[in-house]
T-cell receptor
């Protein structure tokens, strides 16, 4: 159990394009979802935390107008990189957790490799 | 504030030998500790966790970790390494009952098992 599906796994697109990444919890209800960004040979950097039905909480230095997060249901959160530029190229990973404020573990998707030309 | 330190960027071990990947943490209150593994171009896979109870936690693929409260450590271990264990390993922590806070990750340790 506790499977998180992230789609697409890889995106290559031109500069200026907006890209949407989906994160779904397949067999549990994810009250809380997290979006991370990982640079080569580095750890995960938390971008934002989202709770179903409310606005995402962004970490310091993350542009909320650049990285739009929607958590419209208990099984789906989306990250849209708006007007993407080459510096946005990275590996993006979502994570989901049952229950808000609980001690449940975080489960991770397989990540999306975003390459902006 | 919560933090995790993984002091080694890289650990090399011969196949069949025991391996240890080090992790120390800092957290207010009781810790909730994890180890995850990441293979190239993949997300993180859960290996094991510690909440309470026995200090030696057994996880997936023959890995185990020992919680040491006095040393604030949670080192990952395996008695006999396999080449297929080569990957990037992350230690993570959050405080128990800390509301909606996410896990805080260490910088990762790359494990290379040599045949």
């Amino acid at each position: 159990g506790a499977v998180v599906s992230q789609h697409p796994s890889r995106v290559i697109c031109k500069s200026g394009t907006s890209v949407k990444i989906e994160c779904r919890s397949l067999d549990f209800q994810a009250t809380t979802m997290f979006w991370y960004r990982q640079f080569p040979k580095q750890s995960l950097m938390l971008m934002a935390t989202s709770n179903e039905g409310s606005k995402a909480t962004y970490e310091q230095g993350v542009e909320k107008d650049k990285f739009l997060i929607n958590h419209a249901s208990l099984t789906l959160s989306t990250l849209t990189v708006t007007s993407a530029h080459p510096e946005d190229s990275s590996f993006y990973i979502c994570s989901a957790r049952r229950g808000q404020g609980s001690n449940q573990p975080q489960h991770f998707g397989d990540g999306t490799r975003l390459s902006i030309l | 504030a919560q933090s995790v330190a993984q002091p080694e960027d890289q650990v090399n071990v011969a196949e069949g030998n025991p391996l240890t990947v080090k992790c120390t943490y800092s957290v207010s209150g009781n810790p909730y500790l994890f180890w995850y593994v990441q293979y190239p171009n993949r997300g993180l896979q859960f290996l094991l966790k510690y909440i309470t109870g026995d200090n030696l936690v057994k996880g997936s693929y023959g890995f185990e970790a020992e919680f040491n409260k006095s040393q604030t450590s949670f080192h990952l271990k395996k008695p006999s390494a396999l080449v297929s264990d080569s990957a990037l390993y992350f230690c993570a922590v959050r405080a128990l009952n800390s509301g909606n806070t996410p896990l805080v990750f260490g910088k990762g340790t790359r494990l290379s098992v040599i045949a």
